[in-house]
């Protein structure tokens, strides 16, 4: 009996292609046009995976083709799956070749704050056939792009669901109460070190970013277990805006350490720690059902390298995650 390996897959790549056109283009002579066949051709690659499969995909009638229920279900996950033969193709084409193409990556803006510039002037250093694109985003819509396959990398600050999303933990760190220098709160002038508990964030105004933004839903949760309510008084989805808006004592803030690493007036802010501590871990983000090209493994490590120096030039009060190491192809 043969090894179920060895047995041919049950859909062949052209065939189904075919049908995909068909589906897409609604007809067999459009179809043909967009193949550049001939229309009997495409007519018998499509009976070809019906018999195969043992099932009508489609009616062919005056008004062109009309997709069975089956027909349906396999004209969208067969674009899926021509999708990743395509994206197999390009990355075993590059492997073991130098990282060159393009790479698009997602920072939420405490992390695009210090690790943009530095990972652009490495990757342009040590990868000059790299064209590296950094947009900034919250989590959420880091999570959509990569979802949708418009970005191949992205840097989350919550959990992505692990069955579409492989993600490898970056660093956890610690969130501070931020407040202008000549403005501290009634009794943290003379608390050392300074700390500040979680029912002054129902009592003082703050200042941040809105819904959908992860940071807020972090933030909220800590409030929800800590059994009070936000006084937010200013809603700003720029980290700078908000660093700013702190030191100028228009408003007090929650940022992280790394916040401060910028430019900005962070120098007229002083940062208390909450007690009980607020943390929140970041993620290197990719989608699984993309396949990761040597260009997408180099930016990857690079990003790994990157983090773990800047929290030791500039002293962060964070930590590595111990899972962290280089990534590779899976």
Same mark, same amino acid.
């Given at each position: 009996?043969?090894?179920?390996?060895?047995?041919?897959?049950?859909?062949?790549?052209?065939?189904?292609? *075919?049908?995909?056109?068909?589906?897409?283009?609604?007809?067999?002579?459009?179809?043909?046009?967009?193949?550049? %066949?001939?229309?009997?051709?495409?007519?018998?690659?499509?009976?070809?995976?019906?018999?195969?499969?043992?099932?009508?995909?489609?009616?062919?009638?005056?008004?062109?083709?009309?997709?069975?229920?089956?027909?349906?279900?396999?004209?969208?996950?067969?674009?899926?799956?021509?999708?990743?033969? *395509?994206?197999?193709?390009?990355?075993?084409?590059?492997?073991?070749?130098?990282?060159?193409?393009?790479?698009?990556?997602? %920072?939420?803006?405490?992390? !695009?704050?210090?690790?943009?510039?530095?990972?652009?002037?490495?990757?342009?250093?040590?990868?000059?056939?790299?064209?590296?694109?950094?947009?900034?985003?919250?989590?959420?819509?880091? %999570?959509?792009?990569?979802?949708?396959?418009?970005?191949?990398?992205?840097?989350?600050?919550?959990?992505? !669901?692990?069955?579409?999303?492989?993600?490898?933990? %970056?660093?956890?760190?610690?969130?501070?109460?931020?407040?202008?220098?000549?403005?501290?709160?009634?009794?943290?002038?003379?608390?050392?070190?300074?700390?500040?508990?979680?029912?002054?964030?129902?009592?003082?105004?703050?200042?941040?970013?809105?819904?959908?933004?992860?940071?807020?839903?972090?933030?909220?949760?800590?409030?929800?277990? *800590?059994?009070?309510?936000? !006084?937010?008084?200013?809603?700003?989805?720029?980290?700078?805006?908000?660093?700013?808006?702190?030191?100028?004592?228009?408003?007090?803030?929650?940022?992280?350490?790394?916040?401060?690493?910028?430019?900005?007036?962070?120098?007229?802010?002083?940062?208390?720690?909450?007690?009980?501590?607020?943390?929140?871990?970041?993620?290197?983000?990719?989608?699984?059902?993309?396949?990761?090209? !040597?260009?997408?493994?180099?930016?990857?490590?690079?990003?790994?390298?990157?983090?773990?120096?800047?929290?030791?030039?500039?002293?962060?009060?964070?930590?590595?995650?111990?899972?962290?190491?280089?990534?590779?192809?899976?």
């Amino acid at each position: 009996m043969p090894d179920s390996d060895s047995i041919p897959p049950a859909i062949e790549l052209w065939p189904l292609l *075919n049908f995909v056109m068909l589906a897409e283009h609604g007809s067999l002579s459009a179809a043909a046009s967009a193949l550049g %066949l001939t229309q009997p051709s495409v007519s018998e690659n499509v009976a070809k995976l019906e018999r195969r499969l043992q099932v009508q995909l489609a009616t062919r009638g005056p008004r062109g083709a009309v997709l069975t229920e089956a027909g349906r279900m396999l004209a969208t996950r067969g674009k899926d799956l021509i999708s990743q033969a *395509n994206s197999l193709a390009e990355a075993v084409r590059e492997f073991g070749a130098d990282p060159s193409g393009r790479v698009t990556v997602g %920072l939420p803006p405490s992390l !695009n704050v210090f690790l943009s510039v530095p990972l652009a002037e490495t990757i342009h250093a040590e990868f000059p056939n790299l064209r590296l694109h950094i947009a900034e985003a919250s989590s959420g819509h880091i %999570l959509d792009w990569l979802e949708s396959e418009k970005y191949d990398l992205g840097c989350i600050f919550e959990q992505a !669901n692990p069955s579409t999303f492989e993600a490898v933990p %970056l660093m956890s760190e610690e969130i501070f109460f931020a407040a202008a220098t000549d403005d501290l709160p009634a009794g943290a002038e003379a608390s050392s070190p300074r700390v500040v508990t979680p029912q002054l964030l129902s009592q003082v105004p703050l200042v941040l970013p809105s819904h959908p933004h992860g940071f807020r839903r972090i933030v909220e949760r800590y409030a929800r277990a *800590n059994n009070i309510s936000l !006084n937010v008084v200013l809603e700003i989805d720029s980290l700078p805006q908000i660093v700013e808006m702190a030191s100028r004592a228009s408003a007090y803030a929650l940022i992280p350490h790394s916040a401060l690493t910028g430019p900005g007036p962070s120098g007229d802010l002083t940062l208390m720690r909450l007690e009980p501590p607020l943390h929140r871990t970041g993620y290197l983000v990719r989608k699984r059902a993309k396949l990761a090209s !040597n260009s997408t493994v180099a930016v990857q490590n690079v990003i790994l390298r990157i983090i773990k120096e800047l929290m030791e030039r500039h002293k962060l009060t964070a930590g590595i995650v111990p899972q962290v190491g280089a990534v590779r192809r899976e």
